[in-house]
Antibody
Framework: EVQLVESGGGLVQPGGSLRLSCAAS????????MHWVRQAPGEGLEWLSD????????HYADSVKGRFTISRDNAKDLLYLQMRSLRAEETAVYYC??????????????WGQGTLVTVSS | QSVLTQPPSASGTPGLRVTISCSGS????????VNWYQQFPGAAPQLLIH???QRPSGVPDRFSGSKTGTSASLAISGLQSEDEAEYYC???????????FGGGTKLTVL
């Protein structure tokens, strides 16, 4: 079964750090670009970051640039998101997602179940 | 406020047809394809429509997508109670160099 499973969420104080992981299974992880997307309680989806299949090319939303770092370990089928200087308003469910290419166009076809990050003192 | 604009809510009666709009600009919808995602409460989003109007395998043909200029639409025909969900449009923005999501539309089946 094609699956993504996030872990690493929890309670962290404002200004703190946290590393999220996303374990992939059921597909050749190293063939796909991967993304992180978050959703604050009762709010919509916000794209955060992506990393190409080899791990050498990354992009970030302005809201997290300089504070979040995306990385991957293709040997272990793992995607990571290192988050620093967290703010209360970044309390959200964090999803990892796979980008598949359909006729040359990308779409997020597989999503994890999400992991909740709560930033609070 | 999202760069892709969706109505916050939509509703329809079982069996009828409802459409959800998504308005963007020349740097996103106008020059890139649109994807649509369906999200049930407490669950992760799921890909519903990709490449403006293509359904992944397993998605009923009651769901259809279209794009004209800088706007896109999701249509759901033969509305069913299980279609109650939040629907999001998404597109890559060539100027911002980010993926953008619409603010989401909560569909209620009356």
């Amino acid at each position: 079964e094609v699956q993504l499973v996030e872990s690493g969420g929890g309670l962290v104080q404002p200004g703190g750090s946290l590393r999220l992981s996303c374990a992939a299974s059921g597909f050749t992880f190293g063939d796909y670009k991967m993304h992180w997307v978050r959703q604050a309680p009762g709010e919509g989806l916000e794209w955060l970051s992506d990393i190409n299949n080899g791990g050498g090319d990354t992009h970030y939303a302005d809201s997290v640039k300089g504070r979040f770092t995306i990385s991957r370990d293709n040997a272990k089928d793992l995607l990571y998101l290192q988050m620093r200087s967290l703010r209360a308003e970044e309390t959200a469910v964090y999803y990892c997602a796979r980008e598949n290419i359909f006729g040359g166009m990308g779409a997020f076809d597989i999503w994890g179940q999400g992991t909740l990050v709560t930033v609070s003192s | 406020q999202s760069v892709l604009t969706q109505p916050p809510s939509a509703s329809g009666t079982p069996g009828l047809r409802v459409t959800i709009s998504c308005s963007g600009s020349s740097s996103n919808i106008g020059s890139r394809h649109v994807n649509w995602y369906q999200q049930f409460p407490g669950a992760a989003p799921q890909l519903l429509i990709h490449s403006n109007d293509q359904r992944p395998s397993g998605v009923p043909d009651r769901f259809s997508g279209s794009k004209t200029g800088t706007s896109a639409s999701l249509a759901i025909s033969g509305l069913q109670s299980e279609d109650e969900a939040e629907y999001y449009c998404a597109a890559w923005d060539v100027s911002l160099r980010t993926w953008l999501f619409g603010g989401g539309t909560k569909l209620t089946v009356l």
